[in-house]
């Protein structure tokens, strides 16, 4: 069974507006979520972090929020560039600590200048 | 320091022969992981060391699959007897010691290599 899931496959957007990807999970046992970005022939790289302790962590354009009664979090992106289009993972670490990275399907972001 | 480097990048070969991946970490991370991405899908977890100890393995993991890491720097993950489902994108990741993270918040930060892609005629 999928633990963290990313129901939209892809998502366009118009540069300088707001791109917001969704991510949902079941396992109440996350400590931290995280987002990657990915380019196509390239490995994901890391982007910003969330502590399941918080609700919002921003870093520049990116703020990441986290609602934790109902198990979803979302990346907002303001405002979008081009260089932003990319296939966007979300991922969970399970409070141990010991265990690897869960991650979603992935998101393909397109912004359209 | 380089980043997480994995060789080779594209491997193309025939079903029923083995092939080997190597992934070189950063030097400070004591931790290194393999996943696997097939299109359409997220990173699935394989199996992970801690230095040279192999920690977990996933049930993806059949035992025509073997990882190692020997002195706890690079590791090897071999595929014996490929099959046209291996194909797919292997990815090696590392990360620092608990505790000292820096820039993931206390997130246990993964950084991939670029990947080394398998494809199985």
């Known amino acids: 069974d999928q633990q963290v899931k990313q129901n939209s496959p892809s998502l366009s957007v118009q540069e300088g507006r707001i791109s917001i990807l969704n991510c949902d999970y079941t396992?109440?046992?996350?400590?931290?979520f995280l987002w990657y970005k990915k380019y196509p022939a390239e490995g994901p790289t890391f982007l910003i972090s969330?502590?399941?302790?918080?609700d919002k962590n921003e870093d520049g354009r990116f703020t990441v929020f986290l609602n934790k009664s109902a198990k979803h979090l979302s990346l907002h992106i303001v405002p979008s560039q081009p260089g932003d289009s990319a296939v966007y993972f979300c991922?969970?670490?399970?409070?141990?600590?010991?265990?690897?990275?869960?991650f979603g399907k992935g998101t393909r972001l397109s912004v359209i200048a | 320091d380089t980043g997480v480097s994995q060789d080779p990048r594209h491997k193309i070969t025939k079903r029923g022969q083995n092939v080997t991946f190597r992934c070189d970490p950063i030097?400070?991370?004591?931790?290194l992981y393999w996943y696997r991405q097939t299109l359409g899908q997220g990173p699935e977890f394989l199996t992970y060391?801690?230095?040279?100890?192999?920690?977990?393995k996933s049930r993806l993991l059949s035992d025509r699959f073997s990882a190692e890491r020997p002195k706890g720097s690079f590791s090897t993950l071999e595929i014996q007897r490929t099959e046209q489902g291996d194909s797919a994108m292997y990815l090696c990741?590392?990360?620092?010691?608990?505790?000292?993270?820096?820039?993931?918040?206390?997130?246990?930060?993964?950084?991939f290599g670029a990947g080394s892609r398998l494809t199985v005629l």
């Open positions: 990741a590392s990360s620092a010691p608990k505790g000292s993270d820096r820039g993931g918040g206390g997130a246990n930060v993964l950084t």
């Open positions: 396992n109440s046992m996350f400590d931290y």
């Open positions: 969330i502590s399941s302790i918080k």
């Open positions: 991922a969970a670490r399970p409070y141990s600590g010991n265990t690897p990275l869960v």
């Open positions: 030097s400070e991370h004591n931790r």
């Open positions: 060391f801690q230095n040279e100890a192999q920690l977990e």
